[in-house]
C-alpha cells in the first residue's frame, strides 16, 4: 500500500469538499453573521452544541469565539433536557451542529428549545432535515462523500462544519472591530499575549540595577560597577546625565588583548558612543528584534527625553521566553 498516496487522497477529497462549501455560501451566513453580532450587541450571548463528532466541532468554535472576544457557551447536547437549558436567556443565539440533521438526541431537545425566545441557527449536511426545518436559519455543510474510505467515518463532514464556523468566528471578530490588543487580553499567559502586551519596561532592570558611570571614570571603576550591579555592561552618562555610551565586558576583554592597562584608561576612550537604544515603552518584542538583528547581548533602555532608565540583558528577554 501506498500510504502517501492514500494521505494526499483524503486530503483531496476534504479540499475538495471545502471547495464546494466556498460555492455555497450566501445569503445564510451573512444572516448568521448579522444574528450573532445583534445577540452580543444586546449583551446576549451565543451557545453552540451538538452530539458525537459534530459535538466536538461545536465545543471548538465555542471556545475559539470566546478567545476572540465574542462569549459562546458549549452546551452539552446530552444534559440539555436535565437541567442545562437554564443556561439559555432571551436573545440569545443557539448554534446546533448535526451533520444529518435527525440526530435522535437534537430531536429530542426541539421542543423545549422552541419555547425558548432564542435564535436557532442549524449546522447540517441535509436541508431537508427536522433540523434544518426548525431553524431560523440554516448553513448547508452537505459534502460529497466522506474522506473515509468506507465513507462512514466523519471526515469531510466535519471539515466543513469547522471550516465553516471558522468563518463565522473571523468574520464576526471583523465585523466586532476586534484588534490585536483586544486578542492579547484574553491571551495573557501565551506566547501570542506576551509578544503584544509586554513592554521593555517590564523587562527591563531598573536603574538601582544598572552601572551608570560618567565619562571621568575609568574602566576599572566602570568593572566595579557592572560588578556591584552584577550587570553585563556598564552605561556611561554625560555631565547632564544624558547617554553618552555603553561598554560592555566583552569590549573589555577585545581592548584587554592589546592593553594591558586597559584598566587605567578613561571610559570616554574606549565605550562605544550612541549606542543602539529602545524606548522604555515599546513592546518587549522590538527589543528582541534589535538584539536578534545587530546580535548584541545588552541593550539600554531611554525614556522620551533620551536619558537611561534601564538595561535588557539577551537572557532577561530568554526568561520571559519572547520568541
Known amino acids: ?31 448568521t453573521v448579522k444574528q450573532m453580532l445583534q445577540s452580543l450587541q444586546k449583551g446576549n450571548k451565543i451557545i453552540a452544541t451538538g452530539i458525537g463528532k459534530s459535538g466536538h466541532i461545536a465545543e471548538k468554535i465555542a471556545a475559539t469565539l470566546t478567545s476572540t472576544g465574542a462569549p459562546c457557551i ?12 437554564g443556561i439559555l436567556s432571551e436573545g440569545d443565539t443557539l448554534l446546533i451542529f448535526s451533520y444529518s440533521g435527525e440526530t435522535q438526541e437534537v430531536l ?15 449546522v447540517t449536511g441535509n436541508a431537508k432535515s427536522t433540523l434544518a426545518r426548525s431553524a431560523h436559519i440554516h448553513l448547508d455543510v452537505k459534502v460529497k462523500r466522506e474522506a473515509c474510505p468506507l465513507n462512514l467515518a466523519p471526515t469531510s463532514s466535519t471539515t466543513a462544519m469547522l471550516v465553516l464556523g471558522d468563518a463565522l468566528a473571523m468574520v464576526l471578530l471583523e465585523a466586532r ?31 538601582d540595577q544598572m552601572a ?9 571603576q566602570a568593572l ?11 552605561i556611561v552618562i554625560d555631565s547632564r546625565g544624558k547617554l553618552a555610551g555603553i561598554f560592555t565586558q566583552g569590549d573589555f576583554a577585545r581592548h584587554y588583548q592589546t592593553n594591558a592597562q586597559i584598566g587605567r584608561e578613561k571610559i570616554k576612550k574606549v565605550m562605544t558612543s550612541n549606542p543602539l537604544t529602545v524606548d522604555k515603552d515599546k513592546l518587549a518584542v522590538e527589543a528582541l528584534k ?11 533602555v531611554i525614556d522620551h527625553k533620551s536619558n537611561p532608565v534601564g538595561l535588557v540583558d539577551a537572557q532577561d528577554l530568554a526568561k520571559h521566553k519572547l520568541v
Open 224 to 234: 566595579a560597577a557592572t560588578t556591584k550591579a552584577r550587570a553585563g555592561a556598564a
Open 1 to 31: 500500500m501506498d500510504y502517501l498516496k492514500k494521505a494526499r487522497a483524503v486530503i483531496d477529497l476534504e479540499i475538495s469538499a471545502l471547495n464546494d462549501l466556498k460555492k455555497r455560501l450566501g445569503i445564510s451566513f451573512s444572516n
Open 212 to 220: 551608570l558611570v560618567p565619562e571621568t571614570a575609568t574602566v576599572m
Open 177 to 207: 472591530g476586534f484588534k490585536k490588543e483586544d486578542f492579547a487580553k484574553f491571551h495573557p499567559g501565551g506566547t501570542i499575549g506576551k509578544n503584544l502586551l509586554l513592554r521593555v519596561s517590564d523587562v527591563m532592570r531598573p536603574p
Open 108 to 122: 429530542q431537545a426541539l421542543p423545549a428549545l422552541a419555547r425558548h425566545r432564542i435564535q436557532m441557527i442549524a
Open 290 to 300: 534589535i538584539f536578534e538583528k545587530h546580535n548584541i547581548d545588552d541593550l539600554v
Open 74 to 85: 458549549y452546551l452539552n447536547c446530552v444534559n440539555a433536557l436535565h437541567g442545562d437549558l
